[in-house]
């Protein structure tokens, strides 16, 4: 009997030589096979553009894209840069109509994005409100920010680039959730809260809270 199994064990052995180069082989057919099954899904996830309005820093376009896309887990492109928002500039405000901005976005008919958010570094506004940080239209889910009033200089203090990169994200993924279908939230440390001034910006922070994560995840199955 013992005799019997170590033929069999021997034969095993001499079978697994013979075929050691295709065992490797077959893992690695296995993980690429993965790999494409990995990159196929993500060419099905949707994708947002980010579009610069006129010039913006690169650093920031990248670190943008790249701190949304963990955040938001979709892939981010960063489009053609748009010439200067001339067309919007209001002479007498010394400032850029926000919704005008957005209209000439929307108007690209970029293909193949779920979502566009602009980047502008004018300062922003609406008729109902003095600035803005940021304007969506939910429906067409288009979004812009404005990096003007996110800078310490513009309150005439000491330039800070890691404070205005944070508040970069936390008006970026606040209009983004606004193309997800988010509303304002009356929680002051949601980023969905409406932000009045550069202080509520830094208090609320880029994080959704539990009920605004909850809708979002909502609006996500129903619409992925
Ligand atoms: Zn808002
Ligand atoms: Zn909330």
Redesign the pocket.
Known sequence: MTVVFVKIMISVLKYCRKFSILIPLLLLMGNAATKTNYASNISMRKKVCIIPIGTIDKEILHNTQKELEDRFNVKIDIGRQLEDPAYAYHKQKKQYHSTKILKRIHKLGLTGYDRILGIADVDLYVPERTFVFGEAVIKKKVAVISLTRLRQKFYDLPEDFTLFKKRIIIEAVHELGHTYGLRH?T?NK????LSSNVSDTDQKGAV??S??KTIMEDKRTMTN
Do not use: Q
Request: contains cysteine; proline residues 0%.
């Open positions: 939230c929680n949601c980023v969905m809260f959704l809270c009920n605004c």
